[in-house]
């Protein structure tokens, strides 16, 4: 199964009951936006017992399609990559 936004916005309706429905997509919505623009100018995003999202850089580099075999380059991009918290990991694990 799959949480989406909308379940986000109704778990934070339910466990918050003096917030509206609309305030609770505002909360939301506005920690997206908070989380997306500080990855977006290059910092890190930390958030305590959940995990570290990084923005890594990465050189381009040849690669091949891998259907025809042909080489082509990539280009050089910027990746968010996730490492989760050693709490998290042991709870998953316990699971």
Do not use: C, W
């Not at 958030?47 to 380059?73: A, I």
């Not at 490492?83 to 694990?93: A, E, F, T, Y």
Request: net charge positive; hydrophobic share 35%.
């Amino acid at each position: 199964m799959t949480l989406t936004k909308a379940d986000l916005v109704q778990q934070v309706y339910k466990n918050h009951e003096e917030l509206t429905k609309a305030q609770a997509t505002d909360s939301v919505e506005a920690f997206l936006r908070i989380s997306k623009e500080s990855l977006i100018s290059g910092s890190d995003l930390l958030l305590s017992g959940f995990g570290k999202f990084n923005v890594k850089s990465k050189n381009s580099r040849r690669g091949r399609n891998p259907q025809t075999g042909d080489e082509l380059t990539l280009d050089a991009r910027r990746v968010v990559t996730f490492k989760p918290s050693g709490i998290l990991r042991d709870r998953i694990n316990k699971s």
